[in-house]
């Protein structure tokens, strides 16, 4: 069987995975794990937050010097950030907390271009008002749907502008449930600006382990067009989103290494939802699970 490939190092982690006084430091522990590229969170760079995100900055423009720190911290290091972390609630049951989760991601879209970062990635989120990962039965009305279809265009508007890409994931707590529902977000909005993350461990509904292999290829087939991004964590029950470090859970890793072979995804695999000491562990199942 052929290892997977990509030029360089297809792995990469939520740079906020690690804990240190500085941003400096964050990328200094990246790269003793030999870890190439990193999805970039802004609360790693002291900017005070949005209510409700630890993602979106209350500043309405980052300054040159803020700039020049990421790019020069990151190029000398010899770390890449893929993704930018741009997360809020899309469908909060408060119209004025999505639209002012959709004024700040400017600020993010401005400084992903300004440090080449082509991801952005978005969560499509819930009616729960306090929590934007955590199920609401009011998800699956017609409303919520409509709602993220609002939020994304005006989102996709900006990425326009910014020459940008969104991508989100198929979550079982949120909106956009499945990967079915995926394909029907992709299908509406029709943008090549807007794209898919695939992470398995988010995908199984209660019961759904009994067909994982089968869930899981029908979902990496189904996206694979649209897919830019990979998620590396596990899971340990069904009907919730997996919270548990790689190769700690129950997910057949190796299947789905083999299903990201199958559809010649080319992008990065992302660690995260585990601890700094949990790292080494995890990026070794996940280069095996390669082989």
């Known amino acids: 069987m052929e290892p997977l490939k990509k030029p360089g190092n297809p792995i990469g982690i939520f740079a906020n995975t690690f804990k240190s006084s500085s941003f400096e430091g964050v990328l200094e522990a990246v790269k003793a794990h030999d870890i190439a590229n990193i999805e970039l969170n802004l609360s790693l760079l002291d900017l005070a937050n949005l209510a409700g995100t630890d993602t979106l900055p209350l500043e309405t423009s980052m300054s040159e010097q803020l700039i020049k720190r990421v790019r020069s911290t990151c190029q000398e290091r010899g770390i890449r950030v893929v993704s930018l972390a741009a997360y809020f609630n899309m469908i909060h049951p408060d119209k004025d907390q999505r639209k002012a989760g959709l004024r700040q991601l400017e600020p993010l879209m401005k400084l992903a271009k300004a440090l080449d970062i082509k991801i952005l990635a978005l969560c499509t989120g819930t009616r729960d008002p306090d929590h934007m990962w955590r199920y609401h039965p009011a998800n699956s009305e017609a409303r919520a749907y409509q709602d993220l279809l609002d939020s994304l265009n005006e989102a996709l508007a900006m990425a326009e502008t910014y020459d940008r890409v969104l991508a989100f994931e198929p979550e ?20 090549p600006r807007l794209k898919v993350i695939f992470d398995p461990a988010n995908i199984f509904p209660k019961g759904g382990l009994n067909q994982m292999h089968q869930l899981m290829t029908e979902a990496a087939h189904l996206l694979a067009e649209d897919m830019v991004l990979a998620h590396a964590k596990d899971i ?13 859970g129950k997910l057949d890793y190796r299947h789905y290494m083999k299903l990201l072979r199958e559809i010649k995804f080319s992008g990065t695999i992302l660690l995260h939802g585990l601890t700094e000491a949990e790292v080494a562990g995890s990026l070794q199942h996940l280069k095996n699970s390669m082989g």
């Open 172 to 191: 079982v707590n949120l909106v956009i449930d499945s990967p079915k529902k995926a394909r029907q977000v992709l299908d509406d909005v029709a943008s």
């Open 236 to 248: 340990l029950e069904d009907g919730k989103a997996g919270e548990v470090a790689a190769g700690k």
